[in-house]
């Protein structure tokens, strides 16, 4: 019954590198249409070559694998094939990571590289009713300077992107070192948020939070560690955008089950689930939800805060925002109930539907367990 709840119930996803989405059989169909030597001989073999010891022997692959990326289509048809997933998995928004440097650096120019993209989101928007915003990362293991560089490439589309981020290599690639960028960025309108704590000390997180300013971290997971900064999270209720099944993949933990996102959630952080890049991870958002559910026995009332964090922490505006929020609540209230537990006397999404209608915050004590 949970299952089909998780895949029924509206998402957003705030954590998606749409790089990281490419699957082999596209990788392979784009690269014959570009008439490029495959980095591999099969797609057998890139299955195989997803054994990933760390965040570097991943990107590696990855790296290679976006290499096929050439022509504005090749863009398009990479983000309408991540829509068409998230379609199917019920979600309603998705905000959208791309990586300029890693085709700028190619001789691919910025323009083809976010005309393809913004392109295949406007049809998403148009045909499936997914809103999106895109988010520019910096690849942390290159300069500042050219970090600067392609900020400044940007800027004649910056309409099409709400705010800049930072990824790649985390550790050795603080996030201080690039404070007068994200300045710069901040000064031109964008907003920001910045991968720290996954691989990377707590210290990168207190940095991306006080030298670059963000609205949201993504990973975040070692945050436990420090106290104080738990409850400085807590407090301003600061997003994290939480990644499971590439954090068991990356070996940041062992096991889904030894995940802390339960942990972080009781704490009252703002955790949201996440994909990251699907392609390589074995899975999309759903997969996601339903390894944790299986793996932290999580209840119908962790999977609707979870949610609703995702909801509350994106980038759109308070009424559209607040739309969506109301369309899961309704969703909840509607759900079939049958087989979930009462409490006193009162179904799960009874209880939920009545604290949206009071306007009520709720916790963990306020619901039986599922």
Not at 46 to 71: I, P
Not at 106 to 126: C, K, P
Not at 150 to 170: M, N, R, Y
Request: with cysteine; glycine share 6%.
């Amino acid at each position: 019954m949970i299952k089909a709840f998780i895949r029924d119930i509206p998402k957003a996803e705030l954590h998606i590198h749409i790089e990281g989405s490419l699957e082999p059989d596209l990788m392979f169909a784009i690269a014959e249409r570009n008439k490029l030597i495959r980095p591999f001989n099969s797609i057998e073999e890139v299955r195989s070559a997803y054994q990933f010891t760390h965040l570097k022997s991943f990107l590696d692959v990855y790296y290679e694998g976006a290499g096929v990326l050439m022509q504005e289509r090749d863009f398009y048809d990479m983000t309408w094939a991540y829509l068409k997933r998230a379609h199917a998995q019920n979600v309603r928004h998705t905000e959208i990571f791309f990586d300029p440097q890693a085709h700028t650096s190619r001789g691919v120019s910025f323009e083809t590289v976010i005309t393809g993209m913004h392109r295949a989101l406007v049809d998403g928007q148009r045909l499936f009713g997914i809103s999106s915003k895109l988010i520019m990362c910096f690849l942390r293991h290159l300069s500042a300077d050219l970090a600067m560089d392609t900020l400044h490439q940007a800027l004649p589309f910056k309409e099409w992107i709400i705010g800049v981020g930072l990824d790649s290599c985390e550790v050795g690639h603080p996030p201080e070192k690039f404070t007068r960028v994200f300045d710069k960025a901040l000064e031109e309108g964008f907003l920001t948020v910045a991968h720290a704590g996954e691989e990377g000390p707590v210290e990168y997180i207190h940095q991306a939070l006080e030298k670059l300013r963000v609205s949201r971290i993504d990973h975040g997971v070692r945050c436990v560690a420090d106290t104080q900064l738990v409850k400085k999270l807590v407090e301003a209720q600061i997003p994290l955008t939480v990644c499971p099944l590439s954090n068991v993949r990356l070996h940041v933990f062992d096991s889904i089950k030894k995940h802390n996102l339960k942990h972080m959630l009781d704490l009252g952080l703002c955790v949201t689930v996440n994909s990251d890049d699907p392609a390589y991870f074995g899975g999309y958002i759903t997969e996601n939800f339903l390894a944790v559910q299986e793996g932290l026995n999580l209840d119908y009332n962790d999977i609707y805060r979870l949610v609703k964090n995702s909801f509350e922490a994106t980038f759109l505006d308070k009424q559209i925002k607040q739309g969506l929020i109301t369309e899961l609540d309704t969703f909840i209230s509607g759900y079939n109930q049958k087989d979930i537990r009462r409490h006193k006397g009162k179904t799960f999404a009874h209880t939920i539907h009545q604290s949206a209608l009071n306007n009520k915050s709720y916790d963990r004590e306020s619901f039986g367990s599922a």
